[in-house]
């Protein structure tokens, strides 16, 4: 593409690709500018082409997880480096290759608006970002809807990682409320998390997004870990 036809924030980008080469979201080898993922690993790591949907664990509704890639290999190193090694700018490839899966997983469903599952303030503040919130943020921008934060964590628990599956659920209960009365009053809201592991997580603020009166929520997530990954490991 000739410079002339490119938009300005493209250029922008162009140049700071050029002073600092990008790296690949999955291996770390530089990239060309304008490309965020080496030709080898585009070549192993792809969303299938059968979008596959989790349902969470909620009791009296069905709600339904869209994810991109499983939990191993490159993908769980990558999102870790995301999550805790401050990548951010994996955020925007994560996005845009949700953005493609969402399409596909819930054609028609006409978003209000993205939102995602929030750090606690303290965790954020000792990280210095929320990666679902930097992912959804992006995502909402990618299908032309607004993004809001709608949900917060209202108290400490112990970390989701570190406990079984029996122990998530209820690890969980009562930790996330809406943030303004009427926040998902009748609206469709698509909810974004990083990792869907047990989909407690997930499950609880769906909850709390439906309890608050939204007509539909469905969720999205970059990585899903699978039942034997959480019941044989601490590191999820």
Do not use: W
């Not at 792809?46 to 969470?56: A, D, M, T």
Request: aromatic share 8%.
């Amino acid at each position: 593409m000739k410079m002339g036809k490119m938009k300005p924030e493209r250029i922008a980008r162009f140049a700071i690709d050029l002073l600092f080469p990008p790296r690949c979201v999955f291996c770390g080898a530089v990239v060309p500018p304008g490309s965020q993922i080496c030709r080898e690993c585009a070549a192993q790591i792809r969303p299938s082409g059968e979008v596959r949907c989790e349902p969470l664990p909620l009791r009296d509704r069905k709600v339904l997880c869209a994810f991109l890639y499983p939990y191993e290999g490159k993908v769980r190193d990558s999102v870790l480096d995301f999550k805790f090694h401050g990548r951010k700018e994996n955020a925007a490839f994560y996005a845009r290759q949700l953005a493609a899966r969402v399409r596909l997983a819930f054609p028609g469903a006409g978003f209000d608006f993205v939102t995602s599952v929030p750090l606690s303030a303290e965790r954020k503040k000792e990280r210095g970002y929320d990666q679902s919130e930097l992912v959804a943020a992006k995502l909402a921008r990618e299908l032309g809807v607004p993004y809001r934060a709608s949900l917060k964590k209202v108290r400490g628990n112990r970390v989701q990682h570190l406990l079984g599956r029996l122990e998530r659920a209820e690890n969980v209960k009562g930790v996330y409320r809406l943030v303004g009365q009427d926040a998902a009053d009748g609206k469709r809201i698509l909810l974004v998390d990083d990792i869907v592991t047990t989909g407690y997580t997930l499950a609880e603020c769906a909850s709390v997004l439906l309890c608050g009166g939204a007509a539909d929520v469905s969720c999205a997530a970059v990585a899903k870990a699978f039942p034997e990954q959480v019941e044989n490991s601490r590191s999820l």
